[in-house]
């Protein structure tokens, strides 16, 4: 079984502030991690994986997440917000197989909708 | 760039009438899947395929929803009667053997 617990709906930031998306899941196995974003009326792009490698996972746009299999989460973070980072971004498990080069059943959170002011 | 396409963009309907939806995959990518995304909340799988064999479909209401991939390339997904809850983004999704999932820009279904 897996899960995963966005824990922010909304988080609104000034554009130049860091930005952090939170995340924490659950998995009888060993997880494969992602972040997908999601602009308005637009299918999601894939930001980043974690697949068992290093555990800071550098991706797109300028954003990185951290493994912290203690804590169990994989926050996604960026040093400086930019207008067009407003969107919708989901965390995502999956049973990681064959080494994480091929992934199970995809478990989305319920999404963080990500505003940036001026 | 290869790109994932769903027709239609838009589609909005009456209740009780019959709606279509089309996927062409990424070509060369098996895999194809189809997800519901209800405003709010993240997208849950209804439907995969590998090739034109329906892998898992559990999620998938079987009363009125059916998928095929008859050829193992595009697929259709067909709503039949549709119902004020059937609402949502359609999104498919295509994948080579099971690794990173390309999305398309999905189909928004209003019953009205």
């Known amino acids: 079984a897996q899960s995963v617990t966005q824990l922010d709906s909304h988080v609104s930031v000034s554009e130049g502030t860091p930005v952090l998306l939170r995340c924490n899941y659950s998995?009888?196995?060993?997880?494969?991690l992602f972040w997908y974003v999601q602009h308005p009326n637009k299918g999601l792009q894939l930001l980043l994986k974690?697949?068992?490698?290093?555990?800071l996972v550098k991706g797109i746009n300028g954003f990185e997440a951290e493994f912290k299999k203690s804590e169990t989460s994989f926050h996604l973070t960026k040093p400086s917000a930019h207008m067009s980072d407003a969107a919708e971004y989901f965390c995502v498990v999956s049973r990681n197989q064959a080494g994480g080069t091929s992934y199970g059943k995809l478990t989305f959170g319920q999404g963080t909708i990500l505003t940036v002011h001026p | 760039e290869a790109e994932v396409a769903q027709s239609p963009r838009y589609k909005i309907t009456e209740k009780s009438q019959a709606v279509a939806f089309w996927c062409d995959p990424i070509?060369?990518?098996?895999?194809l899947y189809w997800y519901r995304q209800i405003l709010g909340q993240g997208p849950e799988l209804l439907v995969q395929?590998?090739?034109?064999?329906?892998?898992?479909d559990s999620q998938l209401p079987k009363d009125r929803f059916s998928a095929e991939r008859l050829k193992g390339v595009d697929s259709t997904l067909k709503i039949q009667p549709a119902e004020l809850g059937d609402s949502a983004m359609y999104l498919c999704?295509?994948?080579?053997?099971?690794?990173?999932?390309?999305f398309g820009e999905g189909s928004r279904l209003t019953v009205l």
């Open positions: 998995s009888s196995y060993s997880p494969s």
């Open positions: 974690y697949t068992s490698a290093a555990t």
């Open positions: 999704a295509s994948s080579l053997a099971f690794r990173e999932l390309f």
């Open positions: 070509s060369g990518h098996a895999t």
């Open positions: 395929f590998q090739d034109e064999s329906v892998v898992d």
